[in-house]
């Protein structure tokens, strides 16, 4: 049984850096990707970061170059560093498992699996 959970979040001002991180358990496919989303009051939930099991990674526009995805070395740990945080950078976070490759673009019907999400909050 797939089992995600994520760390806690927390409230940091604007241009503040997080990181979260999520243990990752009961993953048996010879190919997975593992994610990052977020989803903010009243808006849909989106793919911010993901990771593969050969180390390549995918980052939203909306992020790149501010975060970072990067997996523990026994692999059962993914972490997501935000840096240079801003006000609508907040969301609740979630970490997310798929069997097979990074999807470009990816959607929550990408993802099998889910953590039970973490908030954060930037405050400006």
């Known amino acids: 049984q797939v089992q995600l959970t994520e760390s806690w979040g927390g409230t940091v001002q604007s241009g503040g850096s997080l990181r979260l991180s999520c243990g990752v358990s009961?993953?048996?496919?010879?190919?997975?990707?593992l994610g990052w989303f977020r989803q903010a009051p009243d808006k849909e939930r989106e793919g911010v970061a993901q990771?593969?099991?050969?180390?390549?990674?995918w980052y939203s526009d909306s992020v790149k170059g501010r975060f970072t995805i990067s997996q523990g070395n026994a692999k059962n740990t993914v972490y997501l560093q935000m840096d240079t945080l801003q006000p609508e950078d907040t969301a609740k976070y979630y970490c997310a498992a798929r069997c097979g490759g990074l999807v470009w673009r990816p959607t929550p019907s990408d993802f099998n699996y889910w953590g039970q999400g973490t908030q954060v909050t930037v405050s400006s």
């Open positions: 990771i593969s099991h050969t180390g390549g990674r």
């Open positions: 009961g993953v048996t496919c010879n190919t997975y990707a």
